[in-house]
């Protein structure tokens, strides 16, 4: 789950400024978490604690109302009631990454993400999104390869993994659907060859950055079994100490012994 809270936190720079390259200095003085990270620690905390997922996105929203919200989960963590609103963005998918580190089965991982997804983003393509990258990041922690992380993705939810990103870059624009992102954010994690790359690969696409960049961060996470330490650390000192608590304690209880 850090790294893609790192993801988050180094791509946060570059959502309204983007770049077509992958130097650049990873952290910045303007560099903070966003609401990529504040509803992946919202469904970290309600895998800790078994409480329900929509109260906990509800008051993770109220106590970071200024992260970054879209319009559309602005306006639902605001009603009264609960009623998804048919969302296929890729909201559902930056914040699944919890769900991939802590379940024991591909069928369950698979079953939770829909769970994690469908409470706001109950159109099929924002579920497929949640679930295409809580599976990478199992089938990455559990010793599955690049390859066979690219096969099951493109077999199991139709995602055109066979462009690479020098194909894509030029033409690539801001797209904050699942559809248009999360294939590319995965695309970045598997050209990458450490943890960094893959962060900085899925910046270069000069999309969603910080949104991208936690997709391939947790994935990246997963398979190279952590975050460096010059990445990990400034992050978690970027958080502040409600969210860095989360962040410890669920990875104390599912990374730890990973």
């Known amino acids: ?49 078994g409480t329900p997922y929509v109260s906990l996105l509800k008051s993770y929203y109220r106590r970071y109302p200024k992260a970054g919200f879209g319009g559309s989960f602005h306006h639902w963590a605001l009603a009264p009631g609960a009623e998804p609103y048919n969302s296929f963005g890729n ?42 990258v809580a599976a990478s990041i199992f089938l990455a922690r559990t010793g599955s390869t690049k390859d066979e992380i690219r096969d099951y993705v493109a077999k199991t939810f ?7 990103l020098d194909e894509i870059r030029p033409r690539y624009a801001f797209d904050v659907t699942c559809q248009g992102s999360v294939p590319e954010a995965i695309l970045a994690f598997l050209e990458s060859t450490d943890f960094e790359h893959a962060v900085r690969l899925a910046i270069s696409l000069g999309g969603d950055a910080d949104t991208q960049a936690c997709i391939a961060g947790g994935i990246a996470h997963a398979f190279h079994r952590g975050v460096p330490a010059e990445i990990s650390e400034p992050v978690l000192e970027i958080l502040d100490e409600p969210l860095a608590e989360v962040v410890r304690r669920f990875q104390e209880r599912y990374e730890a012994a990973r």
């Open 1 to 49: 789950m850090l790294g893609a809270i790192a993801g988050d936190v180094i791509g946060s720079v570059f959502e309204a400024n983007p770049i077509k390259a992958t130097f650049f200095p990873l952290f910045h003085d303007r560099c903070r978490f966003t609401d990529d990270t504040v509803l992946t620690v919202a469904l970290a905390e309600s895998i800790l604690e």
């Open 158 to 164: 139709d995602y055109d993994l066979d462009r690479t």
């Open 91 to 132: 909201g559902s998918a930056m914040r699944v990454s919890p769900v991939g580190f802590a379940y024991d089965s591909l069928d369950e991982v698979l079953d939770r993400a829909r769970e994690s997804a469908e409470v706001t983003h109950n159109h099929p393509e924002g579920i497929k999104g949640a679930q295409a």
